[in-house]
């Protein structure tokens, strides 16, 4: 197997871990939603598990890989509607290397609400505030091309979406930076409805503070990168005992 190769391989075994991940956090919808990935030196070419398939079952050999044409190159199986509308373009117009959408509980329930700005209530959430786009205007079933370059003209340069009555989507450029950013996501989507629910003011931190929380402190013993990967290392031991066989 030579360098490239080695890579691909790598990217569908990451893409398929990340599927079944999204089982084990309870951020998936059995065959419904999508993960995608250009394939490593292709950036036309995308990576994504078969419609039917259900998330538990992906593995890096299932992957088939697509074009914005809506074409299966390699692989068997099908392609869903919603996949090639929305992720195609969002690829090709925001330079996302990997785009993960899914309808996950808490975020889709403070999506739900008429005001579903993510607050910084908290460190983690201080993270992510500020790299929210939103589209509020939902446009109904993705069918076409046009939807997902509606969203990538919404998103722009920011790495989370919030899709109001619709769900949320996180790009980055690896699997494990953009699946870490979908599970902070839900955990603190998931604070701050519970925060809600009491009725109580909530104690939210000041512009300063948020900048201040963003900031890389030179002292840190890991970069934000080596946190990624080490935190999706972990996560595939936790599937190597748990959920065996995304990398067959």
Not at 19 to 29: C, G, S
Not at 35 to 49: A, N, W
Not at 150 to 163: E, T, Y
Request: proline share 3%; charged share 25%.
């Amino acid at each position: 197997m030579n360098q490239a190769d080695d890579e691909t391989w790598r990217a569908r075994v990451h893409l398929a871990a990340a599927n079944r991940l999204a089982v084990y956090d309870d951020l998936e919808e059995g065959i419904d939603n999508h993960f995608t990935m250009c394939v490593p030196g292709q950036e036309d070419r995308y990576l994504v598990l078969p419609f039917g398939l259900h998330w538990s079952e992906a593995r890096a050999s299932d992957l088939i890989v697509f074009n914005e044409a809506g074409e299966v190159l390699e692989g068997s199986g099908s392609l869903e509607l919603s996949a090639l509308s929305i992720h195609a373009p969002l690829h090709r117009m925001t330079g996302a290397n990997v785009i993960l959408h899914t309808h996950q509980t808490w975020a889709l329930a403070l999506n739900m609400l008429e005001d579903n700005r993510l607050l910084p209530g908290s460190q983690t959430a201080a993270f992510l505030t500020r790299n929210i786009a939103y589209d509020d205007g939902y446009a109904g079933l993705a069918a076409s091309l046009s939807e997902g370059e509606r969203l990538a003209s919404i998103l722009g340069d920011k790495q989370i979406m919030f899709m109001r009555n619709h769900g949320v989507l996180v790009v980055g450029d690896t699997v494990a930076q953009a699946y870490r950013r979908l599970y902070k996501l839900e955990r603190v989507c998931r604070a701050q409805i519970l925060a809600m629910s009491t009725g109580r003011p909530l104690a939210v931190l000041d512009e300063a503070m948020v900048r201040k929380v963003e900031t890389p402190n030179p002292r840190n013993s890991h970069t934000q990168a080596e946190r990624e990967a080490l935190y999706f290392a972990a996560m595939m031991r936790v599937l190597d005992r748990e959920m065996p066989g995304y990398a067959d």
